[in-house]
T-cell receptor, first 110, second 114 residues
Framework: TQLLEQSPQFLSIQEGENLTVYCNSS?????LQWYRQEPGEGPVLLVT?????EVKKLKRLTFQFGDARKDSSLHITAAQPGDTGLYLC??????????FGSGTKLNVKP | ETGVTQTPRHLVMGMTNKKSLKCEQH?????MYWYKQSAKKPLELMFV???????ENNSVPSRFSPECPNSSHLFLHLHTLQPEDSALYLC?????????????FGEGSRLTVL
């Protein structure tokens, strides 16, 4: 049983479309992070959300932490080919252990 | 360039071989990690070192043996591996192993066990 469930697993869309990726759990996390991993590279941090209900924006990416700190979403507006990659959520449990979701593989076609 | 360097990038080994993966961080961080990334599975935390002391060992088989000689270097010694151990092994570092700090990952070592 995975502590963090990510959906969808795969997403293939056209440039300019919007999309949302979800990260859900029955556990409460101290904080939640989103990473993007491109082929042949390690994951790179996009954002950390700490407070329940928190919303953070990074250009066309909007991240939200659920009120109960059990879930999170990543919304991309007007996706571009450069957004292609594997998106990973990671929840911090007990302040010292990150649990990762299995990832959402996004492909944005020009 | 994340400041975390892993070598080798690719490794093919037989089940009876002994090899090592190396990780070096140039960020002055106090914590270093080994993660295993397999297809369609979440990243699995294997080991955590804080100030050269192992603080986490997630029920990893003894055929994987970590070593942290100083806070900048981390090794993963491999021996008598199984084909199911084939995966991308990621090293990461962070300022501290507690708190909400960012994990800085290396590019990974792609291991294939024949």
């Amino acid at each position: 049983t995975q502590l963090l469930e990510q959906s969808p697993q795969f997403l293939s869309i056209q440039e300019g479309e919007n999309l949302t990726v979800y990260c859900n759990s029955s556990s409460v996390f101290s904080s939640l992070q989103w990473y993007r991993q491109e082929p042949g590279e390690g994951p790179v941090l996009l954002v950390t959300v700490v407070t329940g209900g928190e919303v953070k924006k990074l250009k066309r990416l909007t991240f939200q932490f659920g009120d109960a700190r059990k879930d999170s979403s990543l919304h991309i507006t007007a996706a571009q080919p450069g957004d292609t990659g594997l998106y990973l959520c990671a929840g911090l449990y007990n302040f010292n252990k990150f649990y990762f979701g299995s990832g959402t593989k996004l492909n944005v076609k020009p | 360039e994340t400041g975390v360097t892993q070598t080798p990038r690719h490794l093919v080994m037989g089940m009876t071989n002994k090899k090592s993966l190396k990780c070096e961080q140039h960020l002055g961080h106090n914590a270093m990690y080994w993660y295993k990334q397999s297809a369609k599975k979440p990243l699995e935390l294997m080991f955590v070192y804080s100030l050269e002391e192992r603080v986490e060992n997630n029920s990893v088989p003894s055929r994987f043996s970590p070593e942290c000689p100083n806070s900048s270097h981390l090794f993963l010694h491999l021996h008598t591996l199984q084909p199911e151990d084939s995966a991308l092994y990621l090293c990461a570092s962070s300022y501290s192993w507690t708190g909400t700090g960012e994990l800085f990952f290396g590019e990974g070592s792609r291991l294939t066990v024949l």
